[in-house]
């Protein structure tokens, strides 16, 4: 809704949960976003926008304890920011009782594209370049679609098995 009046996208969220045992879980979030009444414009900020984006408490940062970890095996605020990755695991690695959380970028998402991570608990995956933290233009029907999935997982990027799981949800097993 535009200043909650006039309707300006339709939104479809399909949500799906599995419980993985052991107090693991697994969130798949697919969102659709339609331009059905005229062209929307969208802006985003180009330095923290994300989506979906997830903020973890201090148990899980790098204060914490946490270790903050993506696919290509980069760690850390400063070399996992603004990189392109398939996913990034915030684990508390080091904990007696290790559990972490990781985000996925669904396949099916247009490639590459960067992440929005930061020491203090943030992840979450940006759009491709030429849509993000600049303007770009939805035209009347046309859709905008992001799939992301979030493994709750017990120990760390390894024992979590997160690169496994990730393979798993990108080829429709998970």
């Known amino acids: 809704m535009d200043a909650g009046k006039t309707p300006v996208l339709d939104e479809t969220r399909h949500i799906r949960i599995v419980a993985l045992g052991d107090g693991e ?3 798949d979030l697919h969102f659709t976003l339609t331009a059905s009444y005229g062209a929307v414009t969208f802006r985003s900020d180009p330095v923290h926008y994300a989506w979906p984006f997830i903020r973890l ?3 899980f940062n790098a ?3 946490g270790v903050l970890v993506n696919s290509e095996g980069q760690t850390g605020q400063t070399d996992t920011n603004m990189k392109v990755a398939r996913w990034v695991d915030f684990s508390r690695a080091e904990a007696k009782d290790a559990e972490g959380l990781a985000m996925f970028s669904h ?3 247009e490639y590459p594209h960067a992440w929005l991570t930061r ?3 943030c992840i979450g995956p940006r759009r491709v370049e030429a849509e993000s933290g600049k303007p770009f233009l939805l035209k009347k029907g046309e ?3 992001t799939r992301a999935g979030v493994l709750v997982h017990q120990g760390d990027v390894q024992s979590g ?3 496994e799981r ?3 949800y990108a080829g429709g097993k998970l």
Do not use: E, I, M
Request: proline share 4%; net charge neutral.
């Open 166 to 168: 990730y393979q798993a």
């Open 25 to 27: 879980f697994f969130l």
């Open 107 to 109: 396949p099916f998402n």
């Open 143 to 145: 859709t905008l679609q």
């Open 119 to 121: 020491d203090y608990g």
């Open 63 to 65: 204060k914490g304890g």
């Open 161 to 163: 098995r997160v690169a």
């Open 57 to 59: 408490n201090n148990d």
